[in-house]
């Protein structure tokens, strides 16, 4: 399985350009084909579903041109009905290329299938058929009733008078009708059956539909009239605004990691319904500033956002941002008339309720509202994102509470944000990381803490969970090459640290792991990838705001590889037996040159020499060589590259 570390992060600040809106961009796409004369569009949003509606497009014998890399693409109208009448369709999970074009096709007389991936297949459509046979269409299932695959047929379509169409399971119902109508010539008036829902969305259908010549007659949300004799025209240059719900994670990146955060693309002046994602989190104590066509987001005053409670019936996507901001706030908070949730990308309600558990939310879920109880602390985990986009995206902001978090599967992000990660990472500062790794007894240890004192960062010295491995292994009578009893107790290590003591099971072993014996152990059982594996997380766990100095022998390479300083810290081999002579001594503890000589080379070698998370100079990393140092030297060095 693919996934993405995202470390532990500080705070969020800076600028977002969007990508383009998915829903203009997919709507704009159809209606620029099915128009009269040639559509400049700009700023097109590059993503899957997108890409599936302009394969689909030229597949029904629309001509359509890119302008070089960019973003700017030239639609040739047919001015009606599609020229090709037979075509196999597949459109993968883009619902707003899936709905409206079965619409579409439905009323130009020819024969079609459509298809897409498994989760498309689970998705309702049945409404949208069944109004679509009122105007005499033939759409026929080719698996289970009420949903995809579809085989439409030539049939004679009977427009005028009224068509009935649910509203309550999914607005793109109602958007496929009424982008699909003006194809017939004759008007029409859909009536909406029962409360229709995300009424931003056919606010931006509408509005489109406009821009292309054709004005429908809305009465309330309930009826909307088609006119009859009307064909869409080509408004010559269409412009994409940013994609408003994309907007929402990075307005609540700012709300969340203090800001200030801009996303540029969307303003007050947006068509799109999301824009509304930007009040519901002001109302969570979040600070807004908007202009014509960017956003603006800071934490609260208070520096945490209120428990909340609200209706995001019109907000559907964005809500999910929401859902994930909740843990962030000061008290459970209820989100409420969610259904569509259950059938989009994948049932959201569900997912999100098993992924917020994971981060030690407490969640109650209902057929259409979720209610967050936020964590006292949050907790790392790997987020399942189930190939939708916005599990992706949202989780990412949990990472902001100072939470490493893994994002399985990470490309579902393509969807709708090929980039998104990218832009994240642009505005998110990690919790930073001062990796200093060497061979044993190069001074890293002292340098180390005396960096991390310096910095009022957390210290991490690795090497002593090996010792403590080794050591723990010894006195339970575990061989030293038993790899999986060795990872099973390191594992569970019932080690903790306090100030510089070490304890094992309670007992202060800060001097036992420092004996040759632990040493040489501690370097054996280091070989082994099971038990480096089983540290892995603990060590992570180190890295908490404002910041850590981590040192070993692989903290730049594998267990901080972000680190935004790596130093490799060494001393000629003679030089490293003296020091840790006269160390052992200091303290009291027996010790013989020529066998530390020999220890320090046997475990140099053995580390440098390992198949996994080897001892290595990595090319990032700033090599120190303190031989002709002293420690303040050596510490001073290492400032200086934090600093610079
Ligand atoms: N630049 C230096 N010059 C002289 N002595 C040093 C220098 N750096 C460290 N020392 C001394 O060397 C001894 C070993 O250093 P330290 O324990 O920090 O090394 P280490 O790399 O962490 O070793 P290990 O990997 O075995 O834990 C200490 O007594 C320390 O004070
Ligand atoms: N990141 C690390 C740290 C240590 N080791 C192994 O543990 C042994 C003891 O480490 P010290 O730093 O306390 O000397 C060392 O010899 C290494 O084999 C490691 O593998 N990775």
């Not at 208070?302 to 843990?327: Q, W, Y």
């Not at 986009?389 to 709708?416: D, Q, W, Y």
């Not at 202060?508 to 892995?536: F, N, Q, W, Y």
Request: net charge negative; proline share 5%.
């Amino acid at each position: 399985m693919e996934f993405l570390d995202l470390p532990p992060m500080l705070s969020a600040s800076g600028r977002v350009r969007l990508p383009g809106s998915k829903s203009i961009s997919n709507r704009t796409l159809l209606l620029a084909a099915l128009a009269e004369g040639a559509t400049e569009i700009r700023d097109l949003l590059a993503s899957d579903d997108v890409e599936r509606m302009l394969d689909a497009l030229r597949a029904l014998g629309v001509v359509w041109t890119r302008e070089g890399d960019s973003d700017n693409y030239c639609v040739r109208g047919v001015g009606g009905p599609f020229p090709v009448k037979v075509a196999d369709l597949f459109l993968g999970n883009a619902g707003t290329a899936f709905r409206p074009l079965t619409a579409a096709l439905a009323l130009s007389g020819g024969e079609y299938r459509l298809s897409g991936v498994p989760r498309m297949h689970e998705r309702p459509i049945g409404d949208l058929i069944d109004s679509l046979r009122q105007i005499g269409a033939d759409v026929r299932y080719m698996g289970n009733d009420g949903f995809p695959p579809l085989h439409i047929f030539p049939a004679d379509i009977r427009p005028g008078g009224v068509v009935r169409v649910r509203g309550d399971v999914s607005s793109q119902f109602l958007t496929a009708l009424l982008m699909a109508l003006p194809l017939s010539g004759v008007e029409t008036t859909i009536e909406v059956v029962g409360e229709l829902i995300s009424k931003p969305y056919i606010a931006i259908t509408l509005d489109l539909m406009a821009q292309f010549g054709v004005d429908v007659r809305r009465e309330n949300w309930e009826r909307f009239t088609v006119p009859g004799g009307v064909r869409y025209r080509s408004p010559g240059v269409v412009f994409v605004e940013g994609d408003a719900s994309s907007a929402s994670y990075f307005i609540a990146a700012g709300a969340i990691g203090g800001g200030p955060v801009r996303v540029e693309g969307v303003g007050r002046n947006s068509i799109q319904g999301d824009v509304r994602f930007a009040e519901a989190i002001a109302a969570l104590g979040a600070r807004i500033d908007m202009g014509d066509n960017w956003i603006e987001a800071r934490g609260p005053e208070s520096g945490r956002l209120k428990a909340f409670d609200l209706d995001l019936n019109h907000i559907p996507d964005a809500a999910m941002t929401l859902a994930v901001a909740a843990l962030f706030a000061d008290g459970p908070c209820r989100l409420r008339n969610i259904a569509s949730w259950r059938v989009k990308e994948t049932d959201r309600i569900a997912a999100m309720a098993i992924e917020l558990r994971k981060v030690g939310a407490t969640i109650e879920e209902g057929a259409d509202y979720l209610c967050v109880t936020p964590p006292d602390k949050l907790v790392p985990a790997a987020i399942d994102t189930y190939d939708d986009h916005r599990m992706a995206m949202c989780f990412s902001l949990v990472s902001l509470g100072g939470c490493r978090m893994r994002i399985n599967e990470p490309k579902c992000v393509n969807k709708t944000f090929p980039t998104y990660f990218e832009r994240f990472a642009e505005i998110a500062r990690p919790v930073p990381v001062v990796a200093i790794d060497g061979p044993s007894a190069s001074g890293k240890g002292t340098v180390a803490a005396r960096v991390a004192e310096a910095l009022g960062y957390h210290y991490l010295d690795s090497g002593s969970l090996y010792r403590l491995v080794a050591l723990a292994a010894m006195r339970a009578g575990i061989a030293l090459d038993d790899e999986r009893a060795l990872a099973t107790l390191a594992a569970a290590l019932p080690a903790h640290f306090e100030a510089e003591r070490v304890f094992l099971e309670g007992e202060d072993v800060s001097d036992a792991i420092r004996t040759e014996e632990a040493s040489v152990g501690a370097s054996k059982v280091a070989v082994m990838p099971a038990v480096r594996a089983a540290l892995l997380d603990r060590q992570r766990d180190y890295r908490r705001a404002p910041g850590l100095v981590a040192e070993g022998r692989d903290m730049g390479s594998v267990v901080f590889p972000d680190a935004g300083t790596k130093v490799f810290l060494t001393a000629g081999v003679e030089a490293r037996a003296r020091r840790r002579y006269k160390q052992l001594m200091e303290k009291g503890m027996a010790a013989n040159m020529e066998s530390l000589l020999k220890d320090l080379q046997d475990r140099d070698a053995r580390d440098a020499a390992r198949a996994v998370a080897p001892l290595q100079k990595l090319p990032d990393a700033a090599l120190l060589d303190t031989t002709e140092l002293g420690v303040e030297q050596a510490v001073g060095f290492v400032l200086g590259r934090v600093r610079s």
